[in-house]
C-alpha cells in the first residue's frame, strides 16, 4: 500500500490553507476581543503555530528550520565529518518538530494513501494549543485536504465527495475557527509587547 513521503505530510500539517472551501464556506468571524492582525486567516494561523513550534525548539536548545535560499554548499557526498554535523542536527530538530517512534495517528484515503502523525513532538503540541482536538483536526484536515484526490480516484463530482464529508468539513470549520481565535490572540500579544516592552 504507497505512503505519503514524510515531507509532502510535514507540508499537509503545516499549512492549514484549504483552497476547496473558498467555493464551499467562508471562515466564521474571528471574535471582536481583539483587533485581527493584518494577515489573511490562513496566515494568521501559519504564524502562530511557528511561533509555538520556533519556543518549542528553542526550549530544547534547537534552531528552528527555516527554507534555504541560494546553492547549499557541502552537500556532495565526499566530505565525511563536515556533512554528519549538519546531518545529525537536521536530524534531531525533524525528531523534536514532528515527534519520534511509532505513528499514534493514521487514516487510509479512499484513493489507497494512508497518512500518520505523530501526537508528541512540537508540531502537535502547537496543533493541540491551537486546535484543542488534535486527533480530531488530522483526521478532518486530511480528508479535506483530500477531497479532490478522492473525487477524482472515485470518478464522482467534487460536490458529491463534499456532500459525503459534511460532518468532517463542520469539524473543520469549528476547529480552524478557533485556531483562529486562538492564534489572532496570541499574534495581537505578541504584538503588543512588542510595542510595549516591560
Known amino acids: 500500500m504507497p505512503h505519503r513521503p514524510w515531507p509532502l505530510l510535514a507540508a499537509l500539517l503545516l499549512a492549514p490553507s ?16 481583539a483587533p485581527a492582525p493584518a494577515l489573511p486567516p490562513d496566515d494568521v494561523i501559519r504564524s502562530a503555530q511557528q511561533q509555538l513550534t520556533d519556543g518549542c525548539l528553542k526550549r530544547q536548545g534547537l534552531t528552528p528550520p ?8 557541502g552537500s556532495g557526498s565526499g566530505s565525511g565529518s563536515a556533512d554528519n554535523g549538519p546531518s545529525q542536527t537536521q536530524e534531531r530538530t525533524a525528531a523534536a518538530l514532528f515527534g519520534t517512534g511509532r505513528t499514534e495517528l493514521s487514516i487510509e484515503l479512499p484513493t489507497g494513501y494512508t497518512v500518520r502523525a505523530h501526537t508528541d513532538g512540537c508540531l502537535a503540541a502547537a496543533q493541540r494549543t491551537l486546535y484543542g482536538d488534535q486527533r480530531r483536526w488530522f483526521e478532518v484536515s486530511t480528508i479535506a485536504n ?17 456532500a459525503e464529508h459534511r460532518q468532517e468539513l463542520a469539524d473543520w470549520r469549528t476547529l480552524r475557527a ?3 481565535h486562538h492564534a489572532t ?4 500579544a505578541h504584538q503588543q509587547r512588542e510595542k510595549h516592552p516591560s
Not at 527555516?66 to 554548499?73: V, Y
Not at 490572540?185 to 495581537?188: S, Y
Request: proline share 8%; aromatic share 4%.
Open 146 to 162: 483530500n477531497l479532490k484526490p478522492e473525487a477524482a480516484y472515485r470518478h464522482r463530482t467534487l460536490a458529491s465527495v463534499r
Open 185 to 188: 490572540t496570541r499574534l495581537t
Open 178 to 180: 478557533r485556531a483562529l
Open 18 to 33: 484549504l483552497l476547496f472551501l473558498s467555493a464551499c464556506a467562508k471562515s466564521p468571524t474571528v471574535p471582536a476581543t
Open 66 to 73: 527555516r527554507p534555504r535560499h541560494g546553492n547549499s554548499s
